[in-house]
């Protein structure tokens, strides 16, 4: 099975920052990645699909990138409704592994 | 508006049985990826189950041969029977629509515990 990697595993920043989370696939999934976010107590939201796309409704300060092994979620300006944790997934096979999350915190 | 509402959980003792359930509007389970994702207390998120379209259905190597995915088009409904249950099945199990999960129901909440 393809495992998923994502670093940091807690980011703490401030209002204003560029965000950057990244995630390693065990092999090689091309584009199909996606990027989640949840809230607590919340079912999670897409974010990104295919490593780069950005899903309808979403602010254009997330953007995704990358292919193959190794893709990035960034956050332009980091807002006070973005402290979350954020989550990738690969679907590039029969199964749907998730990495473990990264939790974005108040610095 | 697509909208996923799921059903069914509860306590259940070691060995036992649940079903999921979950109602879909504005799309038909039938013609959508439907998967399952599950969310132990305080961890990550953790995919079980999917079914194509075409039927075909795949799970995680911590449910196989105990949980079964299934859907029923007349109801628009998709399920999750889940046998053998163990306490490290305790979790919200969220539904999610389509190949990259864009719709999510609220969840149901599962604890399986003597």
């Known amino acids: 099975d393809i495992q998923m990697t994502q670093s940091p595993s807690t980011l703490s920043a401030s209002v204003g920052d560029r965000v950057t989370i990244t995630c390693r696939a065990s092999?090689?999934?091309?584009?199909?990645l996606a990027w989640y976010q949840q809230k607590p107590g919340k079912a999670p939201r897409l974010l990104i699909y295919?490593?780069?796309g950005l899903e309808s409704g979403v602010p254009s300060r997330f953007s995704g990138s990358g292919t193959g092994t190794d893709f990035t979620l960034t956050i332009s300006s980091l807002q006070p409704e973005d402290f979350a944790t954020y989550y990738c997934?690969?679907?590039?096979?029969?199964?749907?592994?998730f990495g473990q999350g990264t939790k974005v915190e108040i610095k | 508006e697509v909208q996923l509402v799921e059903s069914g959980g509860g306590l259940v003792q070691p060995g036992g049985s649940l079903r999921l359930s979950c109602a879909a509007s504005?799309?038909?389970?039938?013609?959508?990826?439907m998967s399952w994702v599950r969310q132990a207390p305080g961890k990550g998120l953790e995919w079980v189950s999917l079914?194509?379209?075409?039927?075909?259905?795949y799970y995680a190597d911590s449910v196989k041969g105990r949980f079964s995915i299934s859907r029923h088009n007349s109801t628009n409904t998709l399920y999750l029977q889940m046998d053998s249950l163990r306490p490290e099945d305790t979790a919200v199990y969220y539904c999610?629509?389509?190949?990259?999960?864009?719709?999510w129901g609220q969840g149901t909440t599962v604890s399986v515990s003597s």
């Open positions: 999610a629509s389509s190949t990259r999960m864009d719709v």
């Open positions: 504005g799309l038909t389970v039938s013609t959508t990826y």
């Open positions: 079914i194509y379209s075409g039927g075909n259905a």
């Open positions: 092999q090689n999934i091309r584009s199909w």
């Open positions: 295919k490593a780069s």
């Open positions: 997934q690969h679907y590039d096979s029969h199964s749907r592994t």
